[in-house]
């Protein structure tokens, strides 16, 4: 069996684990259950049902107290709703304070917004208070986690601290909203508010709800700390979330989701539950999510982060999601974001080259793992052993129970890879795959060939298709010029292949027109073999075509396949975010300089499995992708050399693994 591995790159970003009241894996069941019946505001709840709605969440801060073997927190009052009038007041204890966000047109402060409109300016409030706005559909009111309550509840036991401090950092889904210029604040109160309790709803006014009492007084005694993020929505309508992940000292402690239908307002009652890419960095199984309906089902087995907070300095998350919420492994890696990029960009990918040996391809592995995972040394906090000790605990598990010779990579665990370029210093693809671990002194494993490693795009569109993708526009070199021999290859052992495709070139030129204009209305498979180099795909100095033409839309899930040198590393990202932009969900490049020779094979080896597959009921991309590796590494360049082995982890998957892929059909005659 195999396994599937995750990781993330993010800049500004966190990895946060969930409270105790649903599975963040984008939206709640609770949330995607809100969204598809309406989005207009709903009836106000009873001041009764609003109890013991409040009442329960605390009750589940409790439950998660004992799962962890440690002692319930002391029962606590719900959080106070504002809106009730006549309501004693009751003080408010640790675990009913409450985080709530709602987004508001810049200049019009405390008027919460039922929905927002496409390319439009906005802000995002967020707010820690002892009590719940009771935001319904104009935002989103939750009482903290079980992770953040603990860590108020530390602070309470300690007398010299006099503040509270924590990050937040807002992920919004990039589909819908543009980059953030911050996406880091910083919220601070006293903590001496929170033990002079009989203070906290001095200024909760009867009759009138938290928001009546924020535009009187901006600063009510209930409000203990806020921050605000500027917003811009793109042009794209439907559901969009933004992702809230709140750090102490370093760790994530909580999470928080709020969605909006972004739609002009005739259009407002079409929003339907999103499929794209989640906000939540708990990740999502591409492959789980169209045979799921609730959030845990959809959830990855694990995830690593690299997270960069206010400085330069890069840190590691790792979590296996079988973990009780809050726990996870932390560890700064060592390297600024931009010596990241240059290792990966200047040593460690020329090091996967096509010349190298199965010795010098095992020692950069090798490398690779220590600069993700570093060693401990002697100024290193105990932090590093552990993430690193933690994640060989979760390699070996799974290749305990990886039998060889299994090829058919069915129902397979997941580990959720992320990928967020959110700066020029970010490295937009982590090879994964191509990290190494010597478990024992005498072999060294490639992660790429016992885990599915599992990579959004920038704008990740998850939904199933039900067809088989068959249409394909293939670009292969001409038959004289410097890749003659990979035209003469494909013509000898792939001609029929070639000839069903419904779109044919063998000149930049011709394919530069395919990709200025036009939509392809069925779900297509662009696949590229030529040289690349910055965001160039070419056969010739005077035949190419740049990333910048790409303006075909593609109106059904789709994929593509960069079958180039380079075509994942940083200086080709522009091309596939172009591609990813339009519609196609999911990508096939490689990390690495290669030879023309297995650029042949891999395409040799995607065909045969994809035939060999013809009538396997739901096989899927991913599936297809796996076996399409494990072929490839047991060819050879030439007869009776040397195997390609991990040289096949240079092509990476990223995106939708939860399409399905065909041969193509014949041309109409």
Same mark, same amino acid.
């Given at each position: 069996?195999?396994?599937?591995?995750?990781?993330?790159?993010?800049?500004?970003?966190?990895?946060?684990?969930?409270?105790?009241?649903? #599975?963040?894996?984008?939206?709640?069941?609770?949330?995607?259950?809100?969204?598809?019946?309406?989005? *207009?505001?709903?009836?106000?709840?009873?001041?009764?049902?609003?109890? &013991?709605?409040?009442?329960?969440?605390?009750?589940?801060?409790?439950?998660?107290?004992?799962?962890?073997?440690?002692?319930?927190?002391?029962?606590?009052?719900?959080?106070?709703?504002?809106?009730?009038?006549?309501?004693?007041?009751?003080?408010?204890?640790?675990?009913?304070?409450?985080?709530? $966000?709602?987004?508001?047109?810049?200049?019009?402060?405390?008027?919460?917004?039922?929905?927002?409109?496409?390319?439009?300016?906005?802000?995002?409030?967020?707010?820690?208070?002892?009590?719940?706005?009771?935001?319904?559909?104009?935002?989103?009111?939750?009482?903290?986690?079980?992770?953040?309550?603990?860590?108020?509840?530390?602070?309470?036991?300690?007398?010299?601290?006099?503040?509270?401090?924590?990050?937040?950092?807002?992920?919004?889904?990039?589909?819908?909203?543009?980059?953030?210029?911050?996406?880091?604040?910083?919220?601070?109160?006293?903590?001496?508010?929170?033990?002079?309790?009989?203070?906290?709803?001095?200024?909760?006014?009867?009759? *009138?709800? #938290?928001?009546?009492?924020?535009?009187?007084?901006?600063?009510?005694?209930?409000?203990?700390?806020?921050?605000?993020?500027?917003?811009?929505?793109?042009?794209?309508?439907?559901?969009?979330?933004?992702?809230?992940?709140?750090?102490?000292?370093?760790?994530?402690?909580?999470?928080?989701?709020?969605?909006?239908?972004? $739609?002009?307002?005739?259009?407002?009652?079409?929003?339907?539950?999103?499929?794209?890419?989640?906000?939540?960095?708990?990740?999502?199984?591409?492959?789980?999510?169209?045979?799921?309906?609730?959030?845990?089902?959809?959830?990855?087995?694990?995830?690593?982060?690299?997270?960069?907070?206010?400085?330069?300095?890069?840190?590691?998350?790792?979590?296996?999601?079988?973990?009780?919420?809050?726990?996870?492994?932390?560890?700064?890696?060592?390297?600024?974001?931009?010596?990241?990029?240059?290792?990966?960009?200047?040593?460690?990918?020329?090091?996967?080259?096509?010349?190298?040996?199965?010795?010098?391809?095992?020692?950069?592995?090798?490398?690779?793992?220590?600069?993700?995972?570093?060693?401990?040394?002697?100024? &290193? #906090?105990?932090?590093?052993?552990?993430?690193?000790?933690?994640f060989e605990q979760f390699v070996r598990e799974h290749l305990s129970q990886d039998t060889a010779g299994t090829r058919e990579h069915r129902d397979t665990p997941s580990v959720f890879i992320r990928m967020l370029t959110e700066d020029d210093n970010s490295v937009p693809l982590i090879p994964l795959g191509l990290l190494a671990m010597k478990l024992d002194q005498d072999k060294t494993e490639f992660l790429g060939f016992h885990f599915r490693i599992e990579a959004p795009l920038g704008v990740q569109n998850y939904?199933?298709?039900?067809?088989?993708?068959?249409?394909?526009?293939?670009?292969?070199?001409?038959?004289?010029?410097?890749?003659?021999?990979?035209?003469?290859?494909?013509?000898?052992?792939?001609?029929?292949?070639?000839?069903?495709?419904?779109?044919?070139?063998?000149?930049?030129?011709?394919?530069?027109?395919?990709? *200025?204009?036009?939509?392809?209305?069925?779900?297509?498979?662009?696949?590229?073999?030529?040289?690349?180099?910055?965001?160039?795909?070419?056969?010739?100095?005077?035949?190419?075509?740049?990333?910048?033409?790409?303006?075909?839309?593609?109106?059904?899930?789709?994929?593509?396949?960069?079958?180039?040198?380079?075509?994942?590393?940083?200086?080709?990202?522009?091309?596939?975010?172009?591609?990813?932009?339009?519609?196609?969900?999911?990508?096939?490049a490689t990390n690495t300089e290669i030879r023309p020779e297995i650029a042949v094979d891999f395409l040799r080896c995607l065909v045969s499995e994809l035939a060999e597959h013809r009538d396997t009921p739901n096989y899927l991309l991913s599936d297809a992708y796996l076996n399409t590796i494990e072929c490839l590494s047991e060819r050879s360049q030439i007869e009776g050399g040397a195997k390609y082995g991990p040289l096949a982890l240079t092509f990476s998957l990223m995106g939708n693994g939860n399409l399905r892929?065909?041969?193509?059909?014949?041309?109409?005659?």
């Amino acid at each position: 069996m195999r396994w599937i591995l995750g990781v993330a790159l993010l800049t500004l970003s966190a990895c946060a684990t969930k409270s105790n009241e649903g #599975a963040y894996s984008g939206q709640t069941k609770q949330e995607a259950n809100r969204e598809q019946s309406t989005v *207009k505001r709903k009836a106000p709840e009873t001041a009764k049902a609003r109890e &013991e709605k409040s009442a329960a969440e605390v009750s589940e801060n409790q439950r998660s107290y004992r799962e962890k073997g440690g002692a319930a927190p002391p029962e606590s009052p719900p959080p106070v709703s504002s809106r009730p009038p006549g309501d004693k007041a009751k003080p408010p204890q640790v675990s009913a304070l409450t985080w709530n $966000a709602w987004a508001e047109d810049p200049g019009i402060p405390f008027s919460p917004l039922a929905h927002l409109h496409p390319n439009s300016d906005y802000e995002l409030q967020v707010d820690l208070s002892a009590i719940s706005y009771d935001l319904l559909d104009e935002g989103r009111s939750r009482v903290v986690g079980p992770g953040f309550d603990r860590r108020v509840q530390d602070w309470m036991k300690d007398a010299s601290r006099p503040e509270a401090i924590l990050k937040i950092l807002v992920l919004p889904d990039p589909a819908y909203f543009d980059h953030p210029q911050e996406h880091v604040q910083t919220l601070r109160f006293k903590l001496d508010r929170l033990r002079q309790t009989s203070n906290l709803l001095a200024d909760q006014a009867p009759g *009138k709800s #938290a928001m009546e009492v924020l535009r009187g007084k901006p600063e009510p005694s209930f409000r203990l700390g806020h921050v605000s993020f500027d917003l811009h929505t793109t042009d794209l309508q439907g559901l969009g979330a933004i992702g809230l992940s709140f750090w102490v000292d370093g760790r994530p402690v909580d999470e928080l989701v709020v969605s909006y239908c972004i $739609a002009a307002d005739e259009k407002i009652d079409q929003c339907k539950a999103s499929t794209r890419g989640t906000v939540s960095l708990r990740g999502l199984d591409s492959v789980r999510i169209s045979a799921q309906t609730d959030g845990l089902g959809r959830l990855p087995d694990a995830a690593i982060h690299f997270v960069r907070l206010d400085s330069d300095q890069v840190m590691g998350v790792f979590r296996r999601n079988n973990w009780n919420a809050g726990r996870f492994e932390t560890w700064r890696l060592g390297r600024t974001a931009a010596e990241l990029r240059a290792y990966f960009e200047n040593s460690l990918l020329p090091a996967f080259g096509g010349d190298s040996t199965l010795q010098s391809l095992e020692q950069r592995g090798v490398e690779f793992y220590n600069l993700l995972f570093p060693p401990p040394g002697p100024r &290193e #906090a105990p932090d590093a052993a552990r993430g690193r000790a933690e994640f060989e605990q979760f390699v070996r598990e799974h290749l305990s129970q990886d039998t060889a010779g299994t090829r058919e990579h069915r129902d397979t665990p997941s580990v959720f890879i992320r990928m967020l370029t959110e700066d020029d210093n970010s490295v937009p693809l982590i090879p994964l795959g191509l990290l190494a671990m010597k478990l024992d002194q005498d072999k060294t494993e490639f992660l790429g060939f016992h885990f599915r490693i599992e990579a959004p795009l920038g704008v990740q569109n998850y939904h199933a298709v039900s067809e088989c993708i068959s249409t394909w526009a293939l670009v292969l070199p001409p038959a004289r010029g410097d890749l003659q021999d990979v035209r003469k290859g494909i013509d000898e052992s792939l001609a029929d292949f070639r000839d069903g495709a419904q779109y044919l070139y063998d000149r930049m030129l011709d394919f530069g027109g395919y990709l *200025k204009s036009g939509t392809e209305s069925d779900p297509t498979a662009l696949a590229v073999v030529s040289h690349h180099n910055k965001n160039q795909v070419y056969f010739s100095s005077s035949d190419m075509v740049l990333s910048t033409a790409v303006n075909r839309e593609f109106s059904k899930p789709s994929l593509a396949i960069l079958d180039g040198c380079g075509t994942g590393v940083s200086g080709a990202a522009d091309f596939i975010k172009q591609l990813n932009s339009r519609g196609v969900a999911s990508v096939i490049a490689t990390n690495t300089e290669i030879r023309p020779e297995i650029a042949v094979d891999f395409l040799r080896c995607l065909v045969s499995e994809l035939a060999e597959h013809r009538d396997t009921p739901n096989y899927l991309l991913s599936d297809a992708y796996l076996n399409t590796i494990e072929c490839l590494s047991e060819r050879s360049q030439i007869e009776g050399g040397a195997k390609y082995g991990p040289l096949a982890l240079t092509f990476s998957l990223m995106g939708n693994g939860n399409l399905r892929l065909c041969g193509p059909k014949k041309r109409p005659q």
